[in-house]
């Protein structure tokens, strides 16, 4: 949890705001009816964040679109029908009643200077589900369509082998009954039992259906962007600026587990972060490689109708696990260990009472590793300096944090420290009723 | 050293069409006790208040000590002391705080046996470590006049330094006043106790309706007044009658019988004494005692004031 | 025996600046001392360090429910929260203490002594920012004791931030004697006060509440509702950049970041604040006069 004034002010705003806008909303309009749909021009942001990519609407109120430079990201002109949605206090699309492509080129200007035009271009994003981040490609063009027609025949190859499956097993069950029919006892010796036909594997391989919009990659920068319909004119509501920005630097963030709230894990993203934790606990350090954006920028990227300005704020936004690299741990008091990152287990406890147990990861008897990490045990007054460590035992940048313990059970102490400056005004009181008197002198 | 302390020069104050000050030529000598008086609403307090640079006269100047003011305005202020007739303290503070701020506020290097001394003298010292909220307005005065002393100012600007002050403390601050005059300061002291002014000041000032009409001793201020006679009679025994008889001679102006008491003003172009002992002897009437009376201060302001508001008025009217 | 007992007051020396420094400081010495012999201040901080344990004590709730918090400068909102409570406090009380010397007759008697507006003003600042200093130690202590208590990772930028929230509080000081000087009256220096503050906050929500209903309100680009947010949150800007509590935020920001630049910029600009208010309200006495 983070705390800032301005959040914690935000949050109180957004609370208030959000039940005016119901109210002002409501008055407005019969729920029975529904919002009212409006036609209107839109662009379908297809934006990568990093890691995968994502959707955003950007309706006609909001004039800016946040892209990340030098990747490919996809905007997709559409005519389509919009609504508000007081609850979320955004702009929606039903893209059930209408959503028309908006055919023509887009025109990408810098500084009043046109630098590029471009067509609308097919397009598929795939990537495998055992390695997401490294396999997640965007392909266009023809190479959208190959690439679409493996999926497909993957699709197709599948579909094909269930159905063998399917006929395999009907057939296996019907071997079944007749062993058993056969039987004596109405049972079947597990020995004479066939084998049961296993299920084909699943396809790994995930993608989009082909689509068509306009693929950019642009350097950081601000431009503006606009389209031209095929007969010339530009299309209304299509300006927009558009900035694309790049990360500030990176480094690595930390998921920080509880043993007894795994459940609840507490992110660090930021090098000087402290992590506090109660003593006794046992803490599970997941570290992340990760980068430093702008916080205004990268927010408006995934939302371009958020309403927050955090201009001067950075974000951190973890990609890919790290668990490469060992984790070195200065106690305080001279003492400095390596440990290694180690896949554990979370196990419901048996029983009617709900609770669970960490345990380290065993390939033999369990199926996946829930997560993995570093561990440790802090003990009443832990104060651990933790990073990660490179080459030649150099720290990653980025990697270190501190790890403290935090005393709770001193809250009373907490406010008697506070209330000091009262003791202090008695002080000062007598001690002035000693120096001055006090008193009315009549005529 | 400077012929004069304080001198203004056709000092004036407009307030719109109504003049406040109107062309007040006041010189102030060294070392010298002067008493400045005039009716309510004359002008005393907006004269010393453009002498003290807190009033932007409309027109005319003031030097102080041979220099103006905006040439060294801290020096200046650090040579003068001033007492005005709205009291205003820090409630919260000791007199002996308040003596020590204002103390290192003139930059005084060792005022505590100075502080002591006054407030010795005025009867403060055992009330020094009271806080000034509680002191009663006469103490408040005196405390004024303590702080405006302290510094050892070359002159002394005080508006009604006596007021509120029992008998006793008007004598204390008389004689420090007075002893304040024999070290060698200059004071302007503005009062409507007459007879404090009288036994002090060496010269008056009176202004009436802005204009300084007088500025001058205290005797030259008697003699203006002694066209006038004035004569007491004790008699005997009351006489019916006998106030009528008196105010039948053609000298007398104005008479007044009370018991035994009889008072007459007289025109003062000779000594009429025998004259009203004859009438007083032919009407039946014993006399005991009779004297002459020097015109007083409270007398003579009067009647300057007096000539100089119908002289006002008819002017006003004549316009 | 008077003349064994002249003390005379010191010859003018040095520059007039000087001089009116040397009266300032004796005006912010007796304002001070009236200030901590009053009760005002150790009730107001008391109430400010209360409030900013409340927020430490919710960290510490949210810390025993979940067992784990990350966090970078756990100090740095209650201070924040501690330095908005005293500073509207001490600008109060200059504004008070000001516009009530005038009223009550005692700024005439110091301007017959060595004084004038300069140095009055000057005096009621420094007296403020005195106790703010004071105030300032007894929070460092403050903040090292529940550091020590709650086993905290004290960090120098709680110094660093204490520090810059000087700057803070002589701008805020400073708009308070601006407030005296033109309210001239007492009462009415303190509703000129509230106003101005009730007035940041309304531009504030303001500005929010009309950037949702212009959302709310029309898709059209051209829908004159933007205008009126696009102002707004224009004016809103520049009130961010007018407040002084702005300026502190984003030096909180900068210091987490470690931009050593834009904190030197906030400061300069907070600075700059204070000297405008602070000049302002000379100028204006300087105009009324003692009893104007």
């Not at chain 1, 946040?66 to 206090?89: E, G, H, S």
């Not at chain 1, 380290?360 to 104060?383: I, K, R, V």
């Not at chain 1, 001193?410 to 506070?418: I, K, Q």
Request: include cysteine.
């Amino acid at each position: 949890m983070m705390h800032s004034t301005s959040a914690k002010q935000k949050c109180v705003r957004a609370v208030l705001l959000t039940a005016i806008a119901i109210a002002m909303s409501a008055s407005s309009r019969a729920s029975a009816q529904g919002p009212e749909r409006i036609l209107a021009f839109v662009y379908g942001v297809t934006n990568y964040n990093g890691s995968v990519y994502a959707s955003a609407l950007v309706p006609p109120s909001v004039g800016t679109i946040y892209l990340l430079a030098n990747k490919d990201n996809v905007i997709a002109p559409r005519q389509t029908q919009i609504y508000f949605w007081p609850i979320t206090n955004q702009f929606l699309a039903d893209w059930e009643k209408m959503n028309e492509l908006v055919v023509g080129q887009l025109e990408v200007v810098q500084q009043g200077r046109l630098i590029n035009t471009m067509a609308l271009s097919q397009y598929v994003i795939q990537y495998d589900v055992n390695d997401p981040m490294g396999t997640l490609g965007l392909f266009t063009g023809e190479r959208a369509k190959a690439k679409h027609e493996v999926w497909q025949k993957a699709q197709d190859q599948y579909r094909a082998s269930l159905a063998g499956y399917s006929e395999m097993l009907r057939m296996w069950d019907e071997q079944i009954n007749k062993l058993r029919a056969e039987s004596s006892t109405g049972t079947v010796p597990p020995e004479k039992l066939p084998k049961r036909p296993e299920a084909p594997p699943r396809p790994t391989l995930l993608s989009t259906n082909p689509a068509q919009g306009f693929v950019i990659s642009l350097a950081a920068g601000t431009y503006d962007i606009q389209v031209k319909r095929l007969d010339g004119s530009i299309q209304p509501n299509s300006h927009k600026r558009l900035i694309v920005f790049e990360p500030e630097r990176e480094g690595i963030a930390y998921s920080a587990v509880p043993q007894q709230r795994w459940t609840v894990p507490e992110q660090a993203d930021e090098p000087d972060g402290v992590v506090y934790a109660l003593p006794g606990t046992t803490l599970y350090l997941q570290a992340f490689r990760s980068k430093r954006f702008n916080a205004h920028d990268y927010v408006h990227m995934l939302d371009p109708q958020d309403q927050s300005v955090w201009s001067d704020r950075g974000k951190w936004v973890s990609f890919e696990p790290a668990t490469q690299p060992p984790m070195q741990v200065d106690d305080g008091n001279g003492s400095v260990s390596a440990r290694a990152s180690q896949p554990y287990f979370v196990r419901q406890l048996p029983g009617g009472g709900l609770g669970y147990e960490v345990v380290p990861f065993d390939p033999n008897t369990m199926e996946q590793p829930t997560f993995a990490g570093y561990t440790l045990d802090l003990n009443a007054d832990a104060d651990y300096a933790v990073s990660l460590t490179g080459v030649n035992g150099v720290p990653i940048p980025g990697s270190q944090r501190r790890v403290r313990t935090l005393r709770t059970d001193r809250t009373l102490w907490l406010y008697v420290v506070s209330a000091m400056p009262l003791a202090l005004g008695l002080v000062v009181f007598f001690a002035r009723r000693r120096r001055a008197r006090a008193i009315k002198i009549e005529e | 050293m400077n012929e004069f302390i304080i001198q203004t020069h056709d000092l004036t104050k407009a307030f719109g069409d109504f003049k406040a000050v109107d062309h007040v030529n006041l010189q102030v000598r060294p070392g010298e006790i002067v008493g400045f008086l005039g009716p309510n609403g004359a002008g005393k307090t907006t004269t010393l208040l453009m002498i003290l640079s807190l009033l932007t006269p409309t027109a005319g100047s003031v030097h102080l000590f041979g220099q103006q003011l905006q040439d060294d305005p801290f020096g200046l202020k650090r040579r003068i002391g001033v007492v005005i007739e709205a009291q205003s303290f820090y409630d919260e503070m000791t007199a002996w705080e308040y003596l020590m701020f204002f103390a290192r506020l003139y930059g005084l290097a060792k005022p505590e046996a100075r502080a002591h001394h006054l407030l010795e003298r005025l009867n403060l010292w055992q009330w020094r470590d009271v806080l000034i909220g509680g002191y009663s307005t006469g103490m408040q005065r005196k405390l004024a006049l303590v702080r405006a002393l302290l510094h050892s100012p070359d002159l002394l600007i005080l508006d009604e330094p006596v007021a509120s002050l029992d008998p006793f403390g008007i004598v204390q601050v008389r004689e420090l006043l007075l002893a304040e005059r024999e070290a060698g300061r200059t004071l302007l002291i503005s009062s409507h106790i007459l007879s404090e002014i009288e036994r002090t000041a060496d010269r008056i000032g009176i202004i009436v309706h802005g204009k300084l009409v007088f500025e001058d001793t205290m005797e030259s201020l008697r003699q203006r007044v002694r066209g006038v006679q004035h004569i007491e009679v004790e008699l005997v025994s009351p006489v019916n009658g006998i106030a009528q008889v008196l105010t039948a001679l053609p000298f007398v102006t104005d008479v007044k019988a009370d018991g035994q008491r009889v008072t007459l003003l007289t025109c003062g172009d000779d000594d009429h004494r025998a004259d009203v002992a004859r009438a007083l002897a032919g009407h039946g009437a014993l006399v005991q005692a009779m004297r002459t009376v020097e015109p007083s201060l409270e007398e003579a302001f009067i009647t300057i004031t007096e000539s100089e508001v119908k002289r006002w008025t008819e002017g006003a009217h004549g316009r | 025996m008077v003349a064994n007992l002249d003390v005379r007051a010191q010859p003018s020396r040095g520059h007039l600046w000087m001089q009116r420094w040397q009266a300032a400081q004796a005006i912010q010495s007796r304002s001070s001392s009236s200030i901590a012999n009053g009760r005002g201040i150790y009730l107001v901080l008391a109430i400010a360090l209360l409030a900013a344990a409340v927020v430490l004590h919710n960290m510490l709730r949210f810390v025993e429910r979940n067992a784990v918090l990350a966090t970078r400068q756990p100090l740095f909102l209650p201070l924040t929260l501690m330095v908005d409570v005293v500073s509207i406090y001490l600008a109060m009380t200059a504004a008070i203490a000001a516009a009530r010397e005038r009223e009550c007759g005692t700024y005439q008697v110091l301007l017959f002594g060595p004084v004038d507006e300069s140095a009055f003003i000057a005096g009621h600042f420094l007296a403020q920012l005195m106790v703010y200093l004071g105030v300032g130690l007894l929070v460092l202590v403050w903040s090292n004791l529940v550091t020590w208590l709650l086993h905290l990772a004290f960090s120098v930028q709680v110094i660093v931030l204490l520090a810059a929230s000087v700057a803070t509080v002589a701008a805020v000081i400073a708009f308070g004697l601006f407030i005296a000087a033109w309210g001239g009256r007492t009462r009415l220096a303190l509703v000129y006060f509230t106003v101005i503050v009730l007035l940041f906050v309304a531009l504030q929500v303001g500005n929010d509440l009309v950037s949702s209903l212009a959302l709310a309100h029309s898709p059209a680009e051209n829908d004159p509702i933007f205008l009126i947010r696009d102002a707004l949150v224009l004016v809103n800007n520049v009130v961010q950049w007018v407040s002084p509590y702005g300026q502190l935020s984003r030096i909180a920001d900068d210091l987490l970041n470690g931009n050593a630049l834009s904190i030197l910029l906030h400061l300069g600009v907070t600075l700059a604040q204070g000297l405008a208010f602070f000049v302002a309200a000379i100028a204006i006495l300087k105009r009324k006069g003692a009893r104007g």
